[in-house]
């Protein structure tokens, strides 16, 4: 019997000191704030945004264009084969009381010539030229916004998938102790050392470990997936993760006021530009009332053939020279100028409430934010004695089992309540990261995590 337990416990001895192989694949070591970088400058999203930046300035460059002088070249050639006919009194030949058809022109005529024109005074041309620096303000903050939104997305998608990533090497672990233990028994059931029930129990519990193993392989490399999708990065690209991220940036007051960090948020900032340039349209439709004013020239040279001889040189051609101002007085429009004030103002009100749902949702994001993380860091300390508990557990368990004084099922047992303790620690953990994202994001300061 003496002979039996030593045996046993140097088995066990040699199958507990091995060392513990990972499957999942290495590659290069992406941290947090490298993910975060990259995604800054290749997600697609954040590429579109630039480009509406871009096609911003253009939009501006256009407005302003109107009110420079506009030139246009003229040119026409007409062919009557018919010419037109008109009456004339006859009093002009002679012969009074009657009408004398006479033919106007030639049968080929040809006009070119330049037309000028340059706007003095609009008033809703000059408020279009504030909306357009109004709008270059928006666009900014709209790529601001998205590059936030790519940010968020990757921080959380890298946090789930390292905390996958921790949950897989916790089940590996407890999975190669159970194949060494499953081993061991099988030697000694074949030496009539153990039971047969002993070696079908372990083999339970490792293919119960080994599905979750597996499930966890393949959610771990779809989450990669999701976070290449994020980042913008290739599928092909083969990378792991760190072993830790920390969210460092995280300032954590006692309390949280939304009306304090409102104006630190960009999308509350794009929502303000937003309101002003509604505000500006209302200003340009209303300006349309005003009367404009705009300069005009006109040259142009003309000739009529009556045949198609125009290249000639000897022949003449004619110019005509007109300037001139054109003023517009808007009188009446049938009510339609005031409805598109109406429907312009109340985009006005619109956004108003935009802006306060967008206060409420701030000062709900705070509080939910705060109160998951100081629940969490309670939590966190508790299932971090627990893990400690169920670890001292599980060695005193195998020192006993290896002595021959306790069963394999409270062996089982300390094992499964030291997977699950450690389980609920990582899925805790994640919370808490979670919830600090969600925090400096609320805050508006998400943009802090790549500086």
Do not use: C, H
């Not at 003496?2 to 060392?19: D, E, R, V, Y």
């Not at 949280?256 to 349209?281: C, F, M, S």
């Not at 100028?337 to 705070?366: F, H, I, W, Y």
């Not at 400690?388 to 020192?399: I, K, P």
């Amino acid at each position: 019997m003496i002979k039996k337990q030593l045996l046993l416990s140097f088995l066990l001895t040699l199958a507990l000191n091995l060392s513990f192989a990972q499957t999942q694949p290495q590659g290069k070591v992406l941290t947090l704030q490298e993910a975060l970088t990259f995604a800054s400058t290749n997600n697609i999203a954040v590429q579109q945004a630039q480009l509406d930046e871009q096609g911003a300035e253009y939009r501006i460059s256009e407005t302003k264009g109107s009110g420079l002088p506009q030139i246009n070249g003229t040119g026409q050639l007409s062919v009557y084969p018919s010419i037109p006919v008109q009456l004339l009194p006859g009093e002009i030949i002679g012969q009074p009381g009657t009408y004398v058809p006479v033919k106007f022109g030639q049968k080929y005529n040809a006009t070119g010539g330049l037309e000028l024109s340059q706007l003095i005074f609009s008033k809703s041309y000059f408020v279009g030229l504030e909306a357009a620096a109004t709008t270059r303000d928006l666009y900014r903050l709209r790529t601001q916004m998205s590059k936030e939104d790519v940010l968020y997305n990757v921080g959380s998608a890298y946090l789930q998938a390292l905390q996958t990533k921790e949950q897989f090497n916790t089940i590996e672990a407890n999975y190669n102790r159970l194949v060494q233990l499953e081993k061991i028994l099988t030697l000694q059931y074949e030496n009539d050392f153990a039971k047969k029930v002993d070696v079908s129990r372990i083999t339970v519990n490792k293919t119960n470990l080994e599905n979750q193993r597996e499930a966890l392989s393949a959610a771990y490399e779809q989450q990669k997936n999701a976070l290449k999708f994020f980042m913008g990065m290739p599928m092909d690209q083969q990378f792991d993760l760190a072993a830790d991220a920390s969210l460092t940036t995280t300032v954590l007051p006692l309390t949280a006021n939304a009306q304090e960090v409102l104006a630190n948020r960009t999308d509350y900032q794009a929502l303000q530009t937003q309101k002003k340039l509604y505000g500006l349209n209302v200003e340009n439709i209303k300006g349309r009332a005003f009367p404009s004013l705009a300069g005009f020239g006109q040259y142009t040279y003309n000739a009529q053939r009556q045949e198609f001889n125009f290249f000639d040189t000897s022949r003449p051609w004619f110019n005509t020279f007109v300037l001139g101002v054109k003023l517009n007085i808007p009188i009446f429009d049938g009510f339609q100028r005031r409805n598109q004030v109406k429907q312009a103002e109340l985009e006005v009100r619109k956004t108003d409430l935009s802006m306060q749902n967008l206060a409420l949702s701030t000062q709900m994001g705070l509080d939910n934010a705060l109160k998951q993380i100081n629940s969490s860091q309670l939590t966190i300390q508790n299932q971090e004695r627990n893990v400690n508990l169920a670890q001292e557990v599980y060695d005193t368990t195998n020192r006993l089992y290896k002595e021959g004084l306790s069963p394999l099922t409270d062996l089982l047992e300390a094992e499964a309540s030291l997977r699950v303790a450690q389980t609920d620690l990582n899925n805790e953990r994640l919370k808490f990261k979670i919830a600090q994202l969600n925090y400096i994001r609320a805050r508006g300061e998400i943009n802090n995590l790549i500086q």
